[in-house]
């Protein structure tokens, strides 16, 4: 595999250990080795538990058939104990995929006594685990660092037991571990110490991702603001930060590895201690580059740090193109610190911005809609230097936030918003724009606020071929209902079903 022959190791590999576990993100190389999640737990098994751990990833090449690791091509029936690391709620059917395709039984319920033992984790997965919870001997519900001592052991002590009802026992008696075949609900989320642990950060460099051969480094986790429709502000609560010592000892420790650092968080601007970080790694000589930015919390001081060493691009999310719905969804910046952190990048040399906008959402107008172009467009003629792409998305609601119960407006709706965004763009000099898939976003619903009965949904769909016709198939034989009825209304569906 060309990607794997282009990696470098920043800590020890480890062929032999007390177990072996398959480590499976299951979407392509590209996409698993950019996320910090994979590396965090990687980095545990292998250097902090000495658990030989193997990786795998599932992309186009793949699909339905078996799953061989990137290390020494093995199967994934071949281990006791497989480990899913799930971001994102869209990459449940490659898990379905990716099992099937291996010959392991999909169900815990209904695996046999010598096939492997699975267990997951991510952010998906501590949001709503239910849709694929059935395919889990158990689920970490929050953070790696704050059970993986103890699941580590129970993994070394179990990987050859054959009784699934003890596996479950055991596994259950973890605090922050879901077992579904024994309880009705997930438990709450675990956190860990940040004390106690050290900053999330690669532990393999290559250039085959989205950040290629940059070292990523995460400064804080949870955040403040709340806004209501992300699930990650309101899963994880208030934000916690690293210290910028804690920060800055761990990327002067590889600083010979590489010669750009990305800075990682919700909101790496609002870190109290942020210009400290970004000017002290700079003035290593490295270039620093930041995962998200929100235009209130923006300082001369960050921008400037990051234009050091030649960052030349910054991305901020208005989310809205009017502060009236920005109110109504919770994020209360202004159009003026929009502009004011635009002005900045200018100011320091970085010539290159992308929005974030989301259309769909509860309470918004087509006066809305049309009001991004004319935010975008009054950007533009202002800031001449700079160049803009802008990337929107239809409102997914999440489980667990406030924005929940309203569901997704109607594929109708959201056709027309589309086209009336798109329209409000054409022709604005410097700008680029790109609108995600409609079909896509409501699949994505589906799995973000569906129960265990999606399980079975993506099951037939897959055995349907897999295209959008297919699931819609799939929902009504299963759910009996269609798709769309589903993603406006998943409280009352689920409750009559």
Excluded at 77 to 90: D, M
Aim: charged letters at 25%; a neutral charge.
């Amino acid at each position: 595999m060309k990607q794997f022959v282009d990696e470098r190791w920043l800590i020890r590999k480890r062929s032999s250990g007390k177990a072996r576990v398959a480590l499976v993100f299951p979407n392509s190389y590209f996409v698993g080795m950019s996320n910090l999640g994979l590396h965090v737990v990687l980095r545990l098994l292998s250097e902090e538990y000495a658990i030989a751990c193997e990786r795998a990833f599932i992309n186009g090449e793949s699909m339905n058939k078996p799953v061989r690791t990137i290390e020494s091509g093995s199967l994934l029936s071949s281990f006791s104990v497989i480990a899913f690391s799930v971001p994102f709620e869209g990459d449940y059917p490659n898990i379905v995929r990716a099992l099937l395709g291996s010959g392991i039984t999909l169900r815990a319920v209904e695996r046999k006594p010598l096939e492997p033992i699975i267990i997951g984790g991510g952010t998906a997965l501590s949001i709503n685990p239910e849709p694929i919870a059935d395919i889990f001997d158990a689920i970490v519900m929050g953070e790696a660092e704050a059970v993986m001592g103890e699941l580590s052991t129970a993994v070394e002590a179990l990987a050859h037991e054959r009784e699934r009802e003890k596996i479950w026992e055991r596994l259950s008696s973890i605090d922050g571990v879901y077992v579904p075949m024994l309880m009705d609900r997930p438990p709450n989320v675990v956190l860990a110490d940040m004390k106690q642990i050290e900053p999330a950060h690669s532990v393999i460099l290559t250039r085959e991702t989205e950040f290629a051969n940059t070292f990523l480094i995460e400064i804080a986790r949870g955040c403040n603001f709340k806004c209501h429709y992300c699930a990650y502000g309101n899963l994880y609560c208030r934000a916690r930060f690293f210290t910028a010592d804690q920060v800055i000892n761990v990327v002067r420790r590889y600083r010979e590895k590489f010669d750009s650092v990305g800075l990682v968080s919700a909101v790496v601007s609002s870190h109290p201690e942020v210009e400290k970080i970004a000017c002290a790694i700079a003035d290593d000589g490295l270039r620093v580059s930041v995962s998200s930015l929100r235009a209130d919390t923006l300082t001369e001081g960050l921008v400037a740090a990051l234009s050091k060493r030649g960052s030349t691009s910054m991305t901020i999310a208005p989310e809205t193109g009017t502060e009236r719905l920005r109110r109504a969804i919770g994020k209360s910046i202004s159009d003026e610190d929009i502009e004011r952190a635009i002005k900045l990048a200018e100011k320091h040399g970085m010539h290159s911005i992308k929005l974030y906008f989301m259309f769909g959402l509860p309470f918004e107008t087509d006066e809305d809609v049309t009001a991004i172009g004319e935010l975008v467009k009054g950007l533009a003629e202002r800031q001449k230097g700079m160049s803009f792409t802008v990337s929107a998305c239809a409102f997914v609601p999440k489980k667990g936030t406030p924005l929940e119960r309203f569901g997704m407006a109607p594929a109708q709706v959201l056709e027309r918003r589309s086209k009336l965004l798109l329209s409000s763009l054409k022709g604005i000099e410097r700008v680029r724009v790109s609108i995600e898939s409609i079909r896509m976003s409501q699949l994505q619903a589906l799995f973000s606020l569906g129960d265990r009965r999606v399980l079975s949904v993506i099951e037939r769909a897959i055995g349907l071929g897999g295209s959008f016709s297919a699931w819609k198939r799939a929902v009504a034989e299963t759910l009996c209902c269609t798709l769309e009825d589903f993603t406006q209304h998943p409280v009352t569906t689920q409750a009559t079903n």
